[in-house]
């Protein structure tokens, strides 16, 4: 049967078999531990890229499909799993990111590291989940799923200030998740279903001041988890205050997963004829060049390496929000651009900000001085890597800013542009502040570039490992930014996807 | 019965402000585990037994315990 | 005065939104029972389909079983999290307890507690209940351990370690069950049709008493759990 793909069930159901083994992982050599975390995420990564390649004639024609349903059939309430050109591209990227974050990971945390992948891969499971899902419940499950599990692991670290921000985190993500959770159950009493494809169908029946209230109660969750303007200051506290590569997740890979889930329901699900019926569309857009706007200029006041990363952040979503709300074909293609561009660049940067943090006092600007002398080669990927996203030509940042701005400049609206320009110079500002205070003079002898370089051999050595893994996310900036056309094929399906919600809706419909 | 319901759901009302109203914790916790079994017969009135018999394991019974604990951490005033 | 403005002032928010509330809830239909017929066909056709005799066990573990391994999923990775959070290093000093008559009295009711909270587990799909709530009434006779008998008795008598492997049991009891519906029934949670004796009976409904079984032990020992995390400092500050 063409409509059965078990592999669906098993990137959900391979992470929680996973994070039950690492749970147990107490009592294994600490070997044996980064063996089972790293072939865990492996098996996954080879899963997810193996489906890639098979169905690469599909993705081509852009039919490809697959689905899993769990239940009777002929039931009206099965559980529908589908897999399109979209969520394939997001599952791809997301879990090629994860990989390389797990690998850090095994070398970065030092202690209760059982209890840490037990976690991390059960976030994993449930951003695979709500990526996967066909169903607005299930949908929800795993949202509030992933708000609950990344909870313990920003107060990984148990201080106050990571308590402080932990608890502002639930409390602002579960207020989220109330809000998505009022809109699904509004939606249930008027169509009597939660199968995204059966709202779409029938979203139009509902009256117009209910659909208002419904997109409204969905934008106001959505907003408060990608932290744009008005309620985003639980974000910075919340991505500096854990370990780097729990930043790396949150920052990197969450943000995408909320990103691509606004996209399921205001293109597949809810048309987006309907935003622009309400004018809605105008408002979130301004509001996201605002946020973005915002976010570049308080990144220029924080004085924590991290805050000013997690501030940045702030800006670039912002920014592919917005670039999202112009619905126009060119705008698709460099917002998922975008999205790919930022997903490796901010990795990259939380990653080796945690490599770099690792012997400082703090993380206070004044206690980053020659931090550049120390570890040279680290650091030089550190400037690449922010060079990328200011947008300097050789590197995917700039492709993806480049297109970005195309798009403004095609729809004509001219302060989004503006903005994609400002966002670029401020944050030049930033990142040198930064790097000329990594770079002032200090007493201690320092290791010469050349004798870094050659002890890359060492690979298996623990902090080497570490290394590596900038290098890669270094060398991946560098890669797609001279080959971006690598993304033509995938990106193009996706926004065809974006475009034709009608053949998803009949897919999963008649499945 | 649909005067006893009427009855229940005032005194639901009640319980629910009377456990916001007053700043001892403990006063509020007990309201909230009365505002739990009255809610777990309204359930029962309308043949949710399920529903009842979670309710009033989870509502009145372990959330008012946990809750106790949170409480008596509170007051030995360690914030380790 | 600046308290009354301040008071006048969140008076206004409150009645401002209640009334949006209202106005947005009064555009809700009347209530006339569910269309598409889901109520009607559950009570129609569930028995037929499941076995289960109590309607609700079916939803909960068979149509909808995977929202429900999610669920309990939730209370895995929140006993991880608080665990995580609050662990310390030392052992904990018990308490003394609580009276001797409340010892007694309790130690009488306990077993019945214990044998109330199994019989729910297994007639979960016969009559009200199920795994959640059994678990939960197993999870309260640790409760009532550590707080009338002081926590290091309930330690010597069930060790967290002893509580973590019924936890990570349950789990695999319930992802084992999904996995198995994969390669006999073809579809993952499925429900599997081996020992099905006549409905009514303690072992009919394919596998939705074990179903009841993984979850109830994984639900209460993770709430016991949490509930022995968080007392820990408590007592040894008591005494």
């Known amino acids: 049967m063409s409509w059965m793909n078990i592999e669906l069930i098993l990137l959900i159901a391979l992470p929680a078999l996973t994070a039950v083994i690492m749970y147990f992982s107490k009592y294994f050599k600490q070997r044996l531990r980064n063996f089972f975390a790293i072939t865990g995420a492996g098996i996954e990564l080879y899963l997810i890229f193996s489906l890639f390649v098979v169905n690469y004639e599909a993705v081509k024609k852009s039919d490809f499909f697959l689905q899993y349903t769990i239940g009777y059939q002929n039931t009206p309430f099965v559980i529908n799993f589908a897999m399109d050109n979209l969520s394939l591209l997001f599952s791809l990227i997301v879990t090629g990111a994860v990989f390389l974050i797990v690998i850090f990971s095994t070398q970065y945390i030092r202690d209760k590291e059982h209890r840490y992948f037990a976690l991390f891969f059960l976030v994993l499971a449930a951003i695979q989940g709500s990526i996967l899902t066909a169903d607005l419940f299930t949908l929800y499950l795993f949202i509030e799923t992933i708000t609950i599990f990344t909870t313990p692991l920003i107060s990984f670290k148990k201080t106050e200030e990571t308590t402080r921000a932990a608890m502002q985190y639930l409390f602002y993500g579960i207020t989220g998740g109330i809000f998505f959770f009022i809109s699904m159950i509004l939606i249930y009493f008027k169509l009597g279903t939660l199968k995204m494809a059966a709202v779409a169908e029938s979203f139009s029946l509902i009256s117009a001041p209910m659909q208002l209230t419904i997109i409204i109660f969905f934008l106001l969750a959505l907003i408060i988890k990608l932290g744009i303007f008005p309620i985003h200051f639980w974000l910075p506290r919340a991505h500096s205050a854990c370990p780097a590569p729990i930043s790396a997740l949150l920052s990197g890979v969450l943000l995408k997963v909320y990103l691509y889930i606004f996209m399921r329901l205001f293109w597949t699900m809810i048309s987006f004829d309907f935003l622009v019926n309400l004018h809605l569309n105008a408002f979130v857009l301004d509001l996201a060049l605002v946020s973005s706007l915002i976010g570049h200029i308080f990144a220029l006041q924080a004085d924590n390496l991290k805050k000013m990363l997690a501030y940045s952040s702030i800006g670039h979503i912002g920014m592919i929000l917005a670039v999202l709300m112009l619905n126009t074909e060119a705008a698709f293609y460099g917002g998922l651009l975008h999205i790919i561009a930022h997903l490796l660049m901010k990795s990259g940067l939380f990653l080796s900000s945690g490599y770099l943090l690792q012997r400082t006092l703090s993380h206070h600007i004044d206690d980053l001085k020659g931090i550049g002398h120390k570890n040279r080669l680290v650091f030089i990927a550190f400037i690449t890597i922010c060079l990328g996203t200011i947008g300097m030509p050789p590197l995917i940042g700039f492709v993806s800013k480049w297109y970005v701005l195309l798009a403004f400049l095609k729809a004509r609206h001219f302060f989004g542009a503006f903005v994609v320009g400002a966002g670029s110079i401020i944050a030049l500002i930033y990142y040198l502040r930064y790097i000329s205070q990594a770079y002032e003079t200090v007493k201690s002898e320092s290791l010469s570039l050349k004798e870094e370089f050659f002890s890359l051999r060492e690979i298996f050595n623990s902090t080497n490992i570490m290394k590596t893994v900038i290098y890669i996310f270094t060398l991946l900036v560098i890669f797609f930014g001279l080959s971006y056309q690598l993304f033509e094929l995938p990106v193009n399906t996706a926004i065809f996807e974006l475009l034709n919600p009608q053949k998803y809706i009949e897919l999963v419909l008649g499945g | 019965m649909a005067v006893l319901e009427v009855i229940l759901v005032i005194f639901l009302v009640f319980s629910a402000l009377m456990a916001v109203r007053f700043d001892e914790e403990l006063i509020s916790i007990i309201f909230l585990s009365i505002f739990s079994l009255i809610l777990t017969a309204l359930y029962l009135l309308h043949k949710a037994a399920d529903v009842a018999l979670a309710e009033a394991v989870i509502g009145a019974g372990l959330n008012t315990a946990i809750f106790m604990s949170a409480i008596s951490q509170i007051r030995h005033g360690d914030s380790d | ?239």
């Open chain 3, 1 to 239: 005065m600046n308290k009354l403005i301040k008071k006048i002032m969140s008076l206004f928010i409150l009645a401002g939104v209640t009334y949006a509330l209202y106005q947005n809830f009064s555009l809700m239909p009347e209530y006339q029972g569910l269309n598409e017929g889901l109520s009607s066909y559950i009570i129609e056709s569930g028995l037929n389909d499941t076995g289960s005799l109590n309607l609700i066990t079916a939803v909960l573990y068979d149509y909808r079983a995977f929202d429900s391994l999610g669920e309990s999923t939730v209370i895995f990775g929140a006993v991880s999290g608080i665990v995580l959070i609050l662990s310390r290093k030392m052992l904990p000093v018990s308490s003394k307890g609580l009276s001797f008559i409340v010892k007694r009295t309790l130690g009488i009711m306990t077993p019945f507690i214990a044998l109330f909270g199994l019989y729910v587990i297994t007639h979960g799909h016969l009559t009200p209940g199920g795994g959640f709530q059994g678990g939960v009434i197993l999870a309260a006779i640790s409760i009532i351990f550590s707080i009338v008998y002081g926590s290091a008795f309930d330690y010597r008598r069930y060790s967290p370690q002893t509580k973590t492997a019924l936890e990570t049991g349950g789990a695999m009891i319930f992802l084992g069950l999904g996995l198995a519906g994969i390669i006999l029934e073809g579809a993952f949670l499925h429900n599997l049709g081996f020992l099905t004796a006549e409905t009514g009976t303690l072992i009919s409904a394919g596998s939705i008493p074990y179903i009841n079984i993984g979850v109830g032990f994984k639900v209460g020992a993770g709430l016991a759990i949490i509930f022995y995390s968080m007392i820990q400092k408590t007592f040894e500050e008591d005494f």
